[in-house]
T-cell receptor, first 112, second 108 residues
Framework: DGGITQSPKYLFRKEGQNVTLSCEQN?????MYWYRQDPGQGLRLIYY???????QKGDIAEGYSVSREKKESFPLTVTSAQKNPTAFYLC???????????FGDGTRLSIL | GQNIDQPTEMTATEGAIVQINCTYQ??????LFWYQQHAGEAPTFLSY????GLEEKGRFSSFLSRSKGYSYLLLKELQMKDSASYLC?????????FGTGTRLQVFP
């Protein structure tokens, strides 16, 4: 079955620590996206990528970094520069912008 | 600039009809998506409108007016399982911009 997989489901970060959230898809989608969702809020775009080795900043990219070395993978690193990282992180993929985005199950990140 | 407005919360009774509105302003609009999100879960795709008019899909329908920057999602024969957040999202050139979502509570 094709799909999009995020891991881990829950993640805890210590002060000053970088953590990496994994996102893998086997849907053969060109585009991948990272969103942050805070309680009771909509989705805010962190980074997105339409092709391998290329990505663009979204609305809230500060304190985050990404890479797109393979079509299937789009990991997100939450750096120590992100002072308020506690949120629900969602990864999505789509064939094109006018096609529905498929979402992973999300990663909940908390501060220790 | 970009702006998407949806009501924050709505309530309705099982078996009733509810309409969730969405107004938007973006410079690179191509189409509008509606997603459903149950608490603690990922969003799931409901509908996509590109042209003006009504798209019907079972109990759910979605309407778009490009000239007015307006859309609505119509849910008929409401069921308890329809209690969820409904997210309006518009294309902005090469990405999606999401509204803050409308939390719908369905009561028996």
């Amino acid at each position: 079955d094709g799909g999009i997989t995020q891991s881990p489901k829950y993640l805890f970060r210590k002060e000053g620590q970088n953590v990496t959230l994994s996102c893998e898809q086997n849907l053969n989608h060109d585009a991948m996206y990272w969103y942050r969702q805070d309680p009771g809020q909509g989705l805010r775009l962190i980074y997105y990528s339409h092709i391998v080795n290329d990505f663009q900043k979204g609305d809230i990219a500060e304190g985050y970094s990404v890479s797109r070395e393979k079509k299937e993978s789009f990991p997100l690193t939450v750096t120590s520069a992100q002072k308020n990282p506690t949120a629900f992180y969602l990864c999505a993929s789509s064939m094109r912008i006018d096609q529905p985005q498929h979402f992973g199950d999300g990663t909940r990140l908390s501060i220790l | 600039g970009q702006n998407i407005d949806q009501p924050t919360e709505m309530t309705a009774t099982e078996g009733a009809i509810v309409q969730i509105n969405c107004t938007y302003q973006t410079s690179g609009f191509n189409g509008l998506f509606w997603y459903q999100q149950h608490a603690g879960e990922a969003p799931t795709f409901l509908s996509y409108n590109v042209l003006d008019g009504l798209e019907e899909k079972g109990r759910f329908s979605s309407f778009l007016s490009r000239s007015k920057g307006y859309s609505y999602l119509l849910l008929k024969e409401l069921q308890m399982k329809d209690s969820a957040s409904y997210l309006c999202a518009v294309t902005d050139t090469d990405k999606l911009i999401f509204g803050t979502g409308t939390r719908l509570q369905v009561f028996p």
